[in-house]
Structure formats: C-alpha cells, structure tokens
C-alpha cells in the first residue's frame, strides 16, 4: 500500500484520498456506478483514487492518475431511454454512415479518420477491380 496517497481525512488533497484499488466499501467511480445501473445524480465527489502510471504520463507531469469517487447511497437509478431518444441516437448514426464524397449509405460507419467511404478514398483501386 502506498502511504503517500492514504488520506482517508482529506487533510492533504482536501478530500478523502485512497491508494489504487483501496477505495472503501460505498464507493464507486463513474464506470461502476452505470455497471450497477445507477448515475452520480448531480453528487459531488465524495473521495478519489490516486496512484502512480507511467503507461500515460505527459512530458512535463508527474505520472500520478486520478479516479474520482461517489457514494453509492447518493447514487440515483439512470434514466430510461425515451422513444424521442432513440429516435435521435437513431438519426445521428444514420447520418454517421452517408458518405459525404458520393453521398450513399455506406452500410457501416465511416471512419472520422477517413472522412468518406471506402470506396471513395481508393477510386483507382476500385475501377482496376
């Protein structure tokens, strides 16, 4: 256990801070909260995780991570999908998957990366076929 980041007063990083995977019971981070369910519900955040991780350090910065913590007894259910809802989550995928070079469904989602079709960024490839 790392004794640096044991604070469980928040008297050194002003909230109740807990080394990497010593959170105490009644806690959880966002991504366990919607696991189980439920959403913060506008809760503040009750305590966080630190821990060291030079998988992710930036130049210039400690390679310190953080995990923020909220109470699970806080914690309210999430909010059922509504049928205008799906309808807009259904419009935007739509539009995610018309190629905006030759304006067809392309069947899949174009790639942000690629910005069109396929078939669109090789037409050479496509007419020697």
């Known amino acids: 256990m790392s004794a640096r980041f044991f ?4 008297d050194r990083y002003g909230i109740p801070t807990f080394p990497f995977r010593m959170a105490p019971d009644g806690y959880a981070t966002r991504r366990q909260l919607r696991a189980s369910g439920l959403r913060p519900g506008g809760q503040p955040v ?3 995780l630190l821990w060291f991780s ?8 400690p390679p310190v991570r953080v995990a923020y913590l909220y109470r699970r007894d806080l914690a309210k259910p999430v909010r059922p999908m509504t049928p205008a809802k799906w309808a807009a989550l259904g419009k935007a995928n739509a539009a995610r998957r018309v190629c905006p070079e030759c304006e067809t469904d392309a069947g899949y989602r174009i790639p942000p990366t690629l910005g069109m079709c396929v078939p669109c960024t090789t037409p ?3 007419r020697a076929a």
């Open 54 to 61: 030079n998988r992710y350090r930036r130049p210039g910065s």
């Open 7 to 10: 604070d469980p007063d928040g």
């Open 46 to 48: 009750a305590a966080q």
């Open 124 to 126: 050479e490839e496509q």
